[in-house]
């Protein structure tokens, strides 16, 4: 059958008046269902659709973005500088995950790195513009004001991980707790008898609960913690090396280290090997996240793995839920995590 091309656009393209026309509705109930209202019946819903398939019709992104007063667009925003953003493996795993979650959607990604207070105050306003119709934020330390900021004003916010134990914003994390424990328990199972940890930094929740984990694994064992025995770090390889060596000159005798993060635990290892120590042989090693490095180390690293593209995934669903107003309220979750043990330990 020919399709008329009278009342097309300029660029000979269908319009949303020739598919109302067809239907043999009004251009608003063409445009309810393009944009999903519940609002139409299903033989109506059924009759427009059936009309823009026949015209071909195809609608103008931009146009149904500026009648719904969206963007189509999200904000990653990462709070760190780009060396550490493509140093850690964590934030590619994460990056996978929202971009996985967003590959059969109409929106855009847009990274974001937020290295000082004017670039904090740059972005905080150009999200107050409606340039974007959410923000993700992955790495954030317990004193960023952005979450608080953004949700004052009126912009969806969904963070991995917490800045405390009483975050109210919505957030995606992991058991950070529990895998810790997971790791010393394994350690002290093996028979290690005086098992140091490296930490990462003290401003961010994610490196007090893995602190914890190691604490609450050592008494449950019957065995106090030492403060020797922790050495700070940044999540960093340097700060691993750097803290191995500090553990060492402190307490040469131990034989097992728990690192909080896989680029610690390589900077460690690194460390140990400088020093003549044999991984497993003289010092056990585990590390956190089970990134694509804890099976390429050698020895291969036994590591807690946390869901990283899980958690990219998880935060875009309750995200685009929030934007929408579809979700549950203020959506907290905490996946689980489990230990993958290999050689080093």
Not at 70 to 92: C, G, H, K, M, Q
Not at 119 to 127: D, K, L, M, P
Not at 161 to 168: A, C, I
């Amino acid at each position: 059958m020919a399709v008329s091309r009278r009342g097309a656009g300029r660029d000979g393209r269908p319009t949303l008046e020739q598919v109302a026309a067809r239907a043999g509705v009004g251009r608003g109930t063409v445009s309810r269902v393009i944009n999903g209202s519940p609002r139409v019946s299903e033989r109506t819903r059924a009759a427009v659709e059936q009309a823009i398939a026949d015209l071909g019709y195809v609608p103008h992104r931009a146009a149904r973005a500026l009648a719904a007063n969206r963007s189509d667009a999200i904000a990653l925003v990462v709070p760190e500088a780009e060396t550490r953003l493509f140093a850690e493996p964590y934030f590619s795993g994460i990056i996978r995950g929202v971009s996985a979650e967003l590959a059969d959607t109409d929106i855009q990604l847009l990274l974001t790195l937020i290295r000082t207070p004017k670039e904090r105050a740059r972005f905080a306003q150009y999200a107050a513009s409606h340039r974007v119709d959410g923000v993700l934020l992955v790495s954030v330390h317990g004193d960023d004001p952005m979450p608080d900021q953004l949700a004052e004003m009126g912009i969806p916010v969904v963070m991995n991980g917490r800045r405390s134990s009483g975050e109210m914003v919505p957030h995606v994390d992991c058991d950070n707790v529990g895998g810790a424990q997971l790791a010393v328990e394994h350690l002290l199972g093996r028979g290690r008898s005086t098992v140091a940890t490296i930490t990462g930094p003290a401003d961010m929740y994610v490196a007090r609960c893995r602190l914890d984990g190691y604490r609450e694994a050592l008494r449950a064992a019957g065995r106090e913690p030492e403060e020797e025995l922790t050495a700070k770090g940044d999540f960093s390889e340097e700060s691993g090396h750097a803290a191995m060596h500090q553990l060492l000159r402190r307490r040469p005798s131990l034989d097992a280290v728990f690192c909080a993060s896989d680029l610690m635990a390589i900077g460690a290892r690194r460390a140990l090997r400088e020093l003549g120590r044999s991984v497993p042989g003289d010092v056990a090693l585990v590390g956190f996240d089970d990134s694509a490095l804890a099976r390429h180390m050698d020895p291969a690293l036994t590591s807690v793995r946390q869901p990283m593209e899980g958690m990219g995934r998880a935060m875009t669903r309750a995200l685009l839920a929030e934007i929408s107003d579809a979700g549950p309220d203020r959506p907290r979750l905490v996946l689980p995590t489990e230990l993958v043990r290999r050689s080093s330990s």
